[in-house]
T-cell receptor, first 113, second 113 residues
Framework: KNQVEQSPQSLIILEGKNCTLQ??????????LRWYKQDTGRGPVSLTI???SENTKSNGRYTATLDADTKQSSLHITASQLSDSASYIC????????????WGAGTKLIIKP | DVKVTQSSRYLVKRTGEKVFLECVQD?????MFWYRQDPGLGLRLIYF???????EKGDIPEGYSVSREKKERFSLILESASTNQTSMYLC????????????FGPGTRLTVL
């Protein structure tokens, strides 16, 4: 069964600190993996998309990594800011399934001043 | 900038009522999607549409129907609302096939009493 699991469920860190969020998936055959940021009361917004051949992709202070062999991805946030407080969702797409994505439950990140 | 708008941010309805949720996108996107989001779960696809008047069932279509009479507008219909349909409903659009990003609306929080 295609699944995406994220850890931790929630995380609290101090402003200015770094953190890493994890995503494990069992989707096969793999097409691509995306990270979304969802602010409270808002729709998700795309941060990065990675295909099978990409190991790392950055978007400002956000860096996503992908290990297709172990089926793991991580999202690293550097020098966190209060505005980083949000849910971060990992989404995986299978080949030949352009319309349907497998969504993780998300990690709720809280940045404290 | 892509803009996806949803007709209501908050909606309260009674059991048995017919409910219409409207979604409009302004970027001439081919594909449109309706999801529901519940605490502790990933987004679940209800229906999607890849063209005007075309629709496909997602993972949880029971109790819902959709309408796409114009390219920019995708409506979700709850024929007879039930309390287990209390949820956050998210609409998204995407340019075409492949690994294009989905763009989300702000969501409608529906409460069925």
């Amino acid at each position: 069964k295609n699944q995406v699991e994220q850890s931790p469920q929630s995380l609290i860190i101090l402003e200015g600190k770094n953190c890493t969020l994890q995503c494990n998936y069992t989707v096969s055959p793999f097409s691509n993996l995306r990270w979304y940021k969802q602010d409270t009361g808002r729709g998700p917004v795309s941060l990065t998309i990675m295909t099978f051949s990409e190991n790392t992709k950055s978007n400002g202070r956000y860096t996503a990594t992908l290990d297709a062999d172990t089926k793991q991805s991580s999202l690293h946030i550097t020098a966190s800011q209060l505005s980083d407080s949000a849910s971060y969702i990992c989404v995986v797409s299978a080949l030949r399934s352009n319309y349907q994505l497998i969504w993780g439950a998300g990690t709720k990140l809280i940045i404290k001043p | 900038d892509v803009k996806v708008t949803q007709s209501s941010r908050y909606l309260v309805k009674r059991t048995g009522e017919k409910v219409f949720l409207e979604c409009v996108q302004d970027m001439d996107h081919e594909n449109m999607f309706w999801y529901r989001q519940d605490p502790g779960l990933g987004l679940r696809l209800i229906y999607f549409s890849y063209d005007v008047k075309m629709k496909e069932k997602g993972d949880i279509p029971e109790g819902y129907s959709v309408s796409r009479e114009k390219k920019e507008r995708f409506s979700l219909i709850l024929e007879s609302a039930s309390t287990n349909q209390t949820s956050m409903y998210l609409c998204a659009s995407r340019p075409g096939t492949g690994i294009d990003t989905q763009y989300f609306g702000p969501g409608t929080r529906l409460t069925v009493l």
